[in-house]
């Protein structure tokens, strides 16, 4: 072999081995789909906060964002192992992990990784169209949330607790926030239901637009009846005044809690540093939307759903009690 010959076959050992040096880095990437929600509401661009994060931070991770229908899709596209990680409700990872209502005969075996924020419900309208009270709702165009939503399934719960059949009582749209927003706007709906974190932009884009002025009716005085059916997961809350353009009052709300979840079949290892990197770069989530300042060790507090094996030893690790 000539000195030529010799280059040509050195380089092309040299290629060889990078190809396989970049397959076998490939073949150890942990890929996290984050199943998150509508563009209009706040799991979207936390979960695309919480993307990035993980992709920067953990070596060998790479994580995207997915939208979705919200809540019930997601718990189904942990159930089907499509998604990894997944932002939820509460009251629909219950439903999910019991197998009933929309997961009637699908239970999901999900886990819980973080507590988030707490989601407060809106019921939104506009003056003018005569909706002040949950009773007013009664023969008006409302929309109930998108269909895979936990808007849909907490807004079926309060039109429940206030008396109402949300089949016989209202002309009912299913509809994501951002769609609602400019139903209303066009004089399709006359109110709508969503449950998110605060500020929602689809909220505050009605608020914002001129010669609008956005009503907020009050579903906390429902919990009780919510409760008593619903295993207590729900509490009260309120949408505090100046939240949004023209909003001149609190706005007492009912309120369910959201949190992180994914598959029991999560490897612990894996569960434990998504859940380190969330708390540790706590500070970068709350750059993409201030409801994750409540993203917090002392946030960890439990519920209905049962902790990931991999979240329990690393908030153990912290002092965190159980």
Request: glycine share 10%.
């Amino acid at each position: 072999m000539n000195r030529r010959e010799f280059m040509i076959a050195t380089a092309a050992s040299g290629f060889a081995g990078s190809a396989l040096l970049g397959e076998a880095a490939l073949a150890q990437q942990t890929s996290i789909a984050i199943a998150t929600g509508g563009t209009g509401g706040v799991y979207y661009p936390l979960g695309g906060g919480m993307a990035n994060v993980l992709s920067k931070t953990l070596p060998g991770f790479v994580a995207t964002a997915r939208v979705t229908g919200g809540s019930v899709d997601n718990l189904k596209l942990i159930g089907s192992k499509q998604s990894e990680i997944a932002l939820s409700q509460v009251d629909a990872a219950f439903d999910a992990l019991k197998g009933i209502d929309k997961f009637k005969g699908s239970a999901v075996p999900v886990r819980m990784l973080l507590e988030l924020y707490p989601n407060r419900m809106h019921v939104v309208s506009i003056e003018g169209r005569g909706v002040n009270t949950m009773a007013d709702l009664k023969g008006k165009r409302v929309s109930t949330g998108s269909p895979g939503s936990a808007t849909e399934v907490m807004a079926f719960r309060c039109i429940e607790a206030a008396g109402l059949d949300r089949d016989k009582d209202v002309r009912r749209e299913r509809l994501g926030v951002a769609e609602s927003t400019n139903a209303i706007k066009d004089g399709k709906i006359d109110a709508y239901f969503w449950v998110g974190g605060l500020p929602t932009a689809a909220v505050t884009d009605l608020a914002a637009t001129p010669n609008v002025k956005i009503r907020l009716v009050d579903t906390a005085n429902l919990v009780a009846k919510m409760n008593a059916k619903y295993n207590n997961l729900y509490t009260t809350g309120v949408i505090p005044a100046k939240t949004y353009p023209g909003q001149d009052r609190d706005n007492p709300v009912s309120v369910i809690q959201n949190i992180l979840v994914t598959h029991e079949s999560m490897p612990e290892g894996t569960a434990y540093n998504i859940v380190k990197t969330f708390i540790e770069k706590q500070a970068d989530l709350v750059a993409v939307h201030r409801e994750a300042t409540s993203i917090t060790l002392a946030n960890q507090k439990g519920g209905p759903i049962p902790w990931h094996p991999g979240a329990v030893k690393y908030l153990k690790e912290k002092g965190v009690k159980l």
